[in-house]
Nanobody, 124 residues
């Protein structure tokens, strides 16, 4: 079972940037795609981004395209989410998850082994 620990969340002003990290335990990290989701109070969990096991393929939700970048370092068992031009509507708890296949997908059913989440708050 892979364990995931997110970090890097915090409070930032409208237009600011944050970089989230997700450190994974276990030797199978490089076999699977990774993803980021977010959940705001009273809303369903929303797909943000995913990356294939090699890092060669990425997939983004429409609301973050052009502003967020997902990347991974398989040597460090870590996946990142660089978030630029942040908006108040990006405020949410951000979760990373391990994919059930090597391929970058967007549906929540394509992921398992979720982290505890990290809070991102964007003030206006």
């Amino acid at each position: 079972q892979v364990q995931l620990v997110e970090s890097g969340g915090g409070l930032v002003q409208d237009g600011g940037s944050l970089r989230l990290s997700c450190a994974a335990s276990g030797r199978t990290f490089s076999r699977y795609a990774m993803g980021w989701f977010r959940q705001a109070p009273g809303k369903e969990r929303e797909f943000v981004a995913s990356i294939s096991r090699s890092g060669g393929s990425t997939y983004y939700g429409d609301s973050v395209k052009g502003r967020f970048t997902i990347s991974r370092d398989n040597a460090k068992n870590t996946v990142y989410l660089q978030m630029n031009s942040l908006k108040p509507e990006d405020t949410a708890v951000y979760y990373c998850a391990v994919g059930v296949s090597p391929f970058a997908v967007s549906h929540i059913s394509g992921f398992a082994s979720w982290g505890q989440g990290t809070q991102v708050t964007v003030s206006s």
